[in-house]
């Protein structure tokens, strides 16, 4: 499975983001999208993640401003920020799960950062 995550970039704390991230590849199977980030100088951390059949959660970090979603005619799964923060400032990384199969697979990555 190839993963393309793209539409991160510079906003303003309290302002919005829309990331995706597009599935390619061995694709069928896949049970499992969801969203990590790093920060510098910490570890990757999970932020929110969808499951077929749409049931989703998310870090308490960022319950009540991010929704995850997906499309499976597209192939794509979106992350929507709202309401960012500094803190929010990471690199975001997509993942893709068979869980069956044993999959797991990650997009390269995409920069939001957050100003103050």
């Known amino acids: 499975v190839q993963l393309q995550a793209s539409g991160g970039g510079l906003v303003q704390a309290g302002g919005s983001l829309r990331l995706s991230c597009a599935a390619s590849g061995r694709i069928v199977g896949i049970n499992v999208m969801g969203w990590y980030r790093q920060a510098p100088g910490k570890e990757r951390e999970f932020v929110a993640r969808i499951i077929s059949g749409g049931y989703t959660n998310y870090a308490d970090s960022v319950k009540g401003r991010f929704t995850i979603s997906r499309d499976d005619a597209k192939n794509t799964a979106y992350l929507q920020m709202n309401n960012l923060k500094p803190e929010d400032t990471a690199v975001y990384y997509c993942?893709?799960?068979?869980?069956?199969?044993?999959?797991?697979?990650w997009g390269q990555g995409t920069q939001v950062t957050v100003s103050s």
């Open positions: 993942n893709a799960q068979n869980t069956f199969a044993r999959i797991n697979s």
